[in-house]
């Protein structure tokens, strides 16, 4: 089955505490992004890549990391995590970077930074 | 910039009811408009996609017609069901930037339809 999977599926962690949310698809997509959904502000980008070892800053990267060491995975990694980082993780791929391309998105991370 | 702006929720109306959740957009460029729906619990999901101008999309009953004069792509069902209620965004991509591509969503309309 075509998917996007994420894990952990939920976190609640401490300030400062490095963690990492991966992120796979088996679809052979060129494009991976994540998002962060907060309530009334949206969806928004973090960071993005086109292809393996290409990767660009979003609309909201402070704070975050990624890399791009292979196809199929993009992991998220929080260095040191703050409660402003509070906030539901998307994971999503496409085809290709291409705008008339639909992205598929992960079930989410919930992450809770105390 | 670009952006997206949707009719605020919750909606909520009885089975078999005609929906209407209105979207509308600003865009530099030329950009593709899509309807994602999320269930509780769950990632987003494509619905439907309109590519360029008087494109209709169309997937399980919704439809929305890309209408550029009017800057709009608003998202219609005849008749809902309540296995229809979930969080619907509109959203949609432009090239417009130097590199890359963001989907630029609205902030979500809630539905719920009751019995």
């Known amino acids: 089955e075509a998917q996007v999977t994420q894990n952990p599926r939920y976190l609640i962690t401490v300030t400062g505490k490095k963690l990492t949310v991966t992120c796979s698809q088996n679809?052979?997509?060129?494009?991976m992004s994540w998002y962060r959904q907060d309530p009334g502000l949206g969806l928004r980008q973090i960071y993005y890549?086109?292809?393996?070892?290409?990767?660009d800053k979003g609309d909201v990267p402070e704070g975050y990391k990624v890399s791009r060491k292979e196809k199929r995975n993009f992991p998220l990694i929080l260095e040191s995590p703050s409660p402003n980082q509070t906030s539901l993780y998307f994971c999503?791929?496409?085809?290709?970077?291409?705008?008339?391309?639909?992205?598929?998105f992960g079930d989410g991370t919930r992450l809770s930074i105390l | 910039g670009d952006s997206v702006t949707q009719m605020e929720g919750p909606v909520t109306l009885s089975e078999e009811a005609f929906l209407t959740i209105n979207c509308t957009y600003t865009?530099?460029?030329?950009?593709?408009l899509f309807w994602y729906v999320q269930y509780p619990g769950e990632g987003l999901q494509l619905l439907l996609k309109?590519?360029?101008?008087?494109d209709k999309g169309s997937n399980k009953g919704f439809e929305a017609t890309y209408r550029k004069e009017t800057t709009s792509f608003h998202l219609e069902k005849g008749s809902v069901q309540v296995s229809d209620s979930a969080v619907y965004f509109c959203?949609?991509?432009?090239?417009?930037?130097?590199?890359?591509?963001?989907?630029?969503f609205g902030k979500g309309t809630s539905l719920l339809v009751t019995p």
């Open positions: 999503a791929s496409s085809f290709s970077g291409t705008s008339n391309q639909p992205q598929h």
């Open positions: 679809m052979n997509h060129e494009y």
């Open positions: 890549s086109m292809n393996v070892e290409v990767t």
């Open positions: 865009a530099t460029g030329y950009p593709s």
């Open positions: 309109a590519t360029k101008a008087d």
């Open positions: 959203a949609l991509s432009d090239r417009s930037r130097n590199s890359g591509y963001a989907l630029n």
